[in-house]
């Protein structure tokens, strides 16, 4: 009985082990994407890995597969823009395998567009996500975000006190 309840632990230690790390992935996830380090994200995926956007009104869907289609969608996608990702919920289903595992993650992502005319724009919705482990690391197998919430509107600044 004793050895039964020492596996069960083991496995459950595992767990608890793989998703502090896959929640760790996600802090990386939203810091690498809000800092444009392209490299560092698409290293986020695993070589295959695939990023999509489902498809809402006003915001086309897309989907990029493998790092060097991510790294060029970050660094593009990136250009001109601030970002801050807030990202919750974390829903994260570890495998039996210990090696597999998915996920549903909300986010917030506030972004500013910078220029003559600068505009505050905020992306609310969620990530379902396959994860897989690949040289000994978490790493994003399958991404794909659905937004819930979009909105813009223009930023004028905070005017100097006199």
């Known amino acids: 009985m004793t050895e039964n309840v020492v596996e069960n632990l083991g496995t459950r230690v595992a767990r608890l082990e793989a998703v502090a790390d896959i929640t760790r992935l996600e802090a990386r996830y939203a810091l690498a994407w809000d800092s444009t380090d392209a490299v560092g994200w698409a290293d986020l995926f695993t070589p295959d890995g695939i990023f999509e956007r489902v498809d809402v009104p006003g915001k086309d869907g897309h989907r990029k597969v493998g790092r060097d289609e991510l790294e060029a969608f970050c660094r593009r996608h990136q ?3 601030g970002r801050f990702h807030l990202m ?3 829903d994260i289903d ?3 395998d210990g090696a ?3 996920a549903r993650v909300t986010f ?3 972004i500013v567009r910078v ?8 992306a609310t919705g969620f990530y379902d996500s396959a994860y897989a482990v690949e040289a000994g ?6 991404r794909k975000e ?3 919430l979009f909105g813009e509107s223009t930023f004028f600044g905070i005017p100097q006190a006199p």
């Open 137 to 142: 690391r978490w790493r994003i197998r399958h």
């Open 115 to 122: 220029g003559d005319h600068p505009q505050f724009s905020s």
């Open 94 to 96: 570890v495998a039996e």
């Open 88 to 90: 919750h919920g974390y």
């Open 108 to 110: 917030e992502c506030r």
């Open 100 to 102: 597999t595992a998915t």
């Open 146 to 148: 659905t937004l819930v």
């Open 79 to 81: 250009e001109g823009f």
